[in-house]
């Protein structure tokens, strides 16, 4: 196990290996700082691992299996490509990192007052952690244990072979509502290094918390639960007092935001340059500049633990788009080469959007930022990187292209001219098409496929180091994985006022801040130009009088899309069936355009996942008791 230590004199979280903690470790200083300092590294084996980020879009309205998916992708899909049970789903990744860092906070929670110069606030970071993993926990398995086999939130430093499942509601009311509500008490307005947790943070978990527990506790559509327990709250509190609670502590983090707030412009949240901004209250951190301290190599990964490769997942394989040397076609070559670039990246084709996403869930690609800021839409020339020497390329239509010129471009919405596809991979080498006068390849909205898409463009790489080349696009990403925004805050509260909840601004209103903001431009992405236009007019008059579940949902789609929000928010809402039971894309082949709809089996036992059969081999007696209903 790794322990990390802080430096006193810097602002910035400092790791420094240690081949193992001990209990006595725990009573120093030095080791309640270095425990409380592998809670956020242990962010980095949950977000950007590709195999856990899986499991929270595949299978959801957003995301579907693409053309290179193995099991660990098909399975997620629910459309008959194999079963989610306790040796294939992926959820692993969440159970294995999550309890390990729990005994760690429990460890620095218990030791750190006989220290005796350990700060409320210090303290207060090992709450936040804890928190977060059980609540991480308990909205994918159910109801976990609180006892890790030294007694309930002890810290544990004996093996157990035995295991007893608290409730969902004792795992909420006893470990994540307590250590939340002394989070935000004790935590400061401002974070102690950067990156840092604050009373802005445990307020958005706070009010998550609340808004999911207050679904469970209503259970709209009998959904089960395990261990079997009554819909009550042990503190005597109904559904809408939660709902309540909900919208007023995140109405209080929106009015003492501390130093965070809402970018100008959705595009600036995610773009690689602007990493860290004032919008993220929380990340899996990374580093460009040091292997030691990045955790991962800066040259080459394949998906190891502790990579930051969940980018790859919805990159297509770009590189084999070919344009020609000569007009006749007689030597093409690859055009779009891989990139370090945000746009670009290592393709994996292992995920892809639905054609849903193009066509509905951003209809607007007029007026709203988001899908611009969203998805890389057009593929540019880098053939020089690369280095062709060849100043012009010939491609559809046998029209000239120059370095920087779209190569392909995913059309916004379906022509007016039939696209001349030709059969099969055609001159593209992708199954593109051709549109009179244009010298790019294109593919309509409905013409998408399991082998050629819009890539992810928010989780694309950014570096700084790679020069006049095509820089290091084999390595992990050195980008921070975001994990919460202040922009959710919004959401939350809104959400809550659907379900009942009352305050000075109504849902609508809440709604409407994030939809004004995303009719701000300052810069057309895919058009690789600057754009500076306001729509927020148009995006506020175009929201519904009254909103709805759905209306929030879409939102939180079109505000989050591939950033492992999805699965989530349809679970704790209990729409999973309605929304995503059926969905649209082409087939796996090059120049396959028609679309084919697409069944999901979404039973009722599936909004659990299976505990991990690693857990299960390791206990005695867990056979058919331990397991939740559905996967025995």
């Not at 350990?118 to 109801?143: H, K, M, N, P």
């Not at 261990?227 to 007023?248: I, V």
């Not at 998906?303 to 297509?316: E, Q, R, S, V």
């Not at 690609?365 to 969203?374: F, I, L, P």
């Amino acid at each position: 196990m790794i322990a990390l230590f802080m430096s006193s004199c810097e602002d910035i979280l400092e790791e420094q290996p240690r081949a193992v903690y001990t209990p006595e470790f725990f009573q120093t200083e030095r080791g309640i700082q270095g425990g409380i300092t592998s809670m956020y590294a242990h962010l980095r084996y949950i977000y950007g691992q590709a195999y856990y980020y899986n499991t929270t879009e595949t299978g959801t309205d957003e995301v579907t299996y693409a053309q290179s998916a193995d099991q660990n992708f098909l399975v997620m899909d629910l459309s008959g490509q194999g079963e989610i049970n306790s040796t294939t789903s992926r959820a692993d990744v969440l159970w294995g990192a999550a309890f390990s860092n729990i005994n760690t906070a429990n460890g620095v929670i218990e030791n750190a007052a006989a220290v005796g110069t350990i700060s409320d606030a210090l303290i207060a970071e090992a709450r936040f952690f804890r928190a977060f993993d059980y609540f991480q926990l308990v909205r994918t398995f159910g109801g976990v244990p609180l006892d890790l086999g030294a007694g309930e939130l002890k810290f544990n430093i004996s093996p157990s072979r035995t295991s007893v499942r608290n409730t969902v509601p004792e795992v909420y009311t006893r470990a994540i509502f307590p250590d939340l509500l002394r989070a935000v008490e004790d935590l400061p307005a401002s974070p102690r290094v950067t990156g840092g947790a604050t009373q802005t943070l445990a307020r958005l978990y706070l009010a998550k918390a609340y808004l999911t527990y207050g679904w469970w506790l209503q259970n709209p559509n009998n959904i089960p639960t395990y261990p079997e327990t009554s819909r009550t709250d042990p503190d005597g509190h109904d559904a809408q007092w939660y709902f309540q609670q909900a919208y007023d502590v995140a109405v209080a983090g929106i009015d003492n935001p501390g130093p965070f707030r809402l970018l100008d412009t959705y595009y600036d949240v995610n773009l690689g340059s602007n990493d860290r901004n004032d919008e993220i209250m929380l990340y899996a951190d990374r580093t460009e500049t040091s292997e030691f301290y990045n955790a991962s190599s800066l040259t080459y990964a394949n998906g190891g633990d502790g990579d930051n490769f969940a980018g790859w997942m919805m990159t297509w394989n770009y590189t084999n788009i070919r344009s020609a040397t000569d007009p006749n076609w007689t030597n093409p070559i690859s055009s779009v080469q891989r990139e370090a670039s945000q746009d670009l990246g290592r393709p994996w084709t292992r995920m892809a959007p639905t054609i849903g996403v193009i066509t509905n869930t951003f209809a607007d690609k007029t007026n709203d930022s988001r899908y611009d800021g969203t998805f890389t839409t057009v593929y540019r020339g880098n053939w020089p990187k690369g280095g062709v020497s060849e100043d012009v390329l010939f491609n559809a239509n046998s029209l000239p292209v120059s370095p920087g010129d779209a190569i392909l471009t995913f059309l916004d919405e379906e022509p007016a001219t039939p696209i001349s596809y030709l059969s099969g991979a055609g001159k593209s080498n992708i199954g593109a098409g051709e549109l009179p006068g244009r010298s790019d390849f294109v593919i309509s909205p409905r013409g998408i496929s399991r082998i050629v898409y819009p890539g992810l463009w928010k989780l694309g790489p950014y570096r700084t180091d790679n020069g006049e080349g095509l820089g290091q696009p084999n390595a992990a990403s050195t980008r921070p994985f975001n994990i919460a925004k202040f922009s959710e805050l919004y959401f939350i509260a809104a959400e809550a006022a659907v379900k009942g909840a009352t305050g000075s601004r109504s849902a609508r209103e809440l709604i409407n801040v994030i939809r004004a903001r995303a009719g701000m431009w300052r810069y057309d992405n895919n058009g690789n130009t600057v754009k500076v236009e306001d729509h927020s007019d148009e995006m506020v008059a175009a929201t519904p009088a009254t909103i709805d579940i759905n209306y929030i949902l879409a939102e939180r789609s079109r505000e989050y899309y591939g950033e492992g929000y999805r699965w989530f928010d349809l679970v704790r809402t209990q729409t999973w069936g309605e929304i995503a039971s059926t969905y649209e894309i082409a087939g796996s082949n090059y120049g396959d355009h028609t679309p084919q709809t697409v069944i999901r089996h979404i039973e009722p036992y599936l909004y659990l996942r299976p505990i991990p059969q690693g857990q299960l081999d390791a206990m005695e007696g867990a056979a058919g008791t331990y397991q939740n209903p559905g996967y025995n």
